[in-house]
Each structure stands twice: as C-alpha cells, then as structure tokens.
C-alpha cells in the first residue's frame, strides 16, 4: 500500500469515527469549565488550611504590588514553563483578563500539573468576597449562617464583613458590580490590607 492510499483510508477512517461519536455533549463541557475554576472562599480555606497550594498573579507588577492574594506569586506567562512547584501541588491563577488565566491554566496542564484553577472573579472577586463580605438587610437564615463562616475567614486575612448591606441585596449589573468591586478594591488599598 502506497503512502498516499495508507493516508486516505486513515483520513476515512477517522471521518467514519467523527460522524458515530457525533457532537460532545455540552453539559459535560460545563462540568469541565466549571471545574477549571475556583470560588474566592474556598482559595481563602486552602490558604489558611496551609495545603500545597500555589497561587499565582499574572498580572502586570504594578497592580501585584497594590493588591494580591495573600501567598501569591508574582508570574508571567513565559515563566510558567520553568515553574518550580511539584506537579502534585494546587495552583490557582488568576490576571486582568480571563483568556490570560484560562492561557495559563493550559501552559501548565500541558506542563504536568493536574491541578490548576483560575480564580473566579480574579482579585475583585478576592476583595468582594473574602476581604469586603457583605450580608443583604434582610437575610435569610441560610444566608446569615454562610455568612457568619465567611466573616470569621475574612477577618482572617483582615476582612471588614459588613452586615445590612443594601448593595448586597441590589440585582447587580455587570457595569455597575464591576464599579463597586473597584471601589472595594480601593477601599482595601487605602486601609493598608
């Protein structure tokens, strides 16, 4: 069999596989987006638990040095490559951009580590919800029993929950969530945390 025959029956046959498997199944690709992130809460558990966990900031140097997870390293995307941390470890990133976190989180599966996640919601959703909890005026008592296990984990790391707040309780549009979360962001920042 000639090289060229040998690579058209290889072409069909997988043609022929391609139209029995059919298309993937698009929950399975939420289950699996889903678990390539990680809630701001649970970093915050992970952290304070003192697991082998790594975090790292890929953002630009100047915002690194403003506001960071705590244990966070300062990275590039070009460094991830030569990273020294054990391919069993945890790794969370997170960036200004979520196609940069989400590069990131690919250069390092591709690099032997299983476990990478990006930050949901980057450093605002670390600010929002573990630094600046807030609790809606008129909470219910599912929502007062999650919040009083979010307070004591944020005033770990030098939080201010905050109680009967009526932003809380507000429906958020992105615009505006975005400018409150760079407000808290602010807030944090002029308080020295």
């Not at 966990?53 to 966070?72: G, I, M």
């Not at 807030?134 to 979010?150: C, K, N």
């Not at 004591?152 to 400018?179: H, I, K, M, N, T």
Request: proline letters at 4%.
């Amino acid at each position: 069999m000639t090289a060229t025959r040998l690579l058209a029956f290889a072409a069909g046959a997988a043609a022929l596989l391609a139209a029995f498997a059919g298309a993937p199944d698009a929950s399975s690709l939420t289950r699996a987006e889903a678990r390539a992130h990680v809630e701001a809460i649970d970093v915050a558990h992970w952290i304070r638990e003192q697991r082998r966990v790594h975090v790292l900031d890929l953002r630009d140097q100047s915002a690194y040095q403003e506001l960071a997870v705590p244990t966070a390293m300062h990275a590039t995307l070009a460094e991830l490559a030569t990273l020294a941390v054990p391919r069993a470890d945890t790794i969370v990133v997170y960036a200004t951009d979520g196609s940069i976190a989400a590069e990131a989180r690919d250069v390092l599966h591709s690099g032997g580590w299983k476990h990478v996640y990006i930050l949901s919601g980057g450093i605002y959703g670390w600010a929002t919800d573990v630094l600046n909890p807030s609790l809606p005026e008129h909470a219910t008592a599912e929502q007062e029993a999650a919040f009083a296990r979010v307070s004591e984990l944020s005033r770990y790391f030098g939080g201010v929950p905050r109680r009967g707040d009526p932003a809380a309780a507000a429906v958020a549009d992105p615009a505006g969530q975005q400018a409150r979360d760079a407000d808290a962001v602010r807030r944090i920042q002029r308080r020295g945390c």
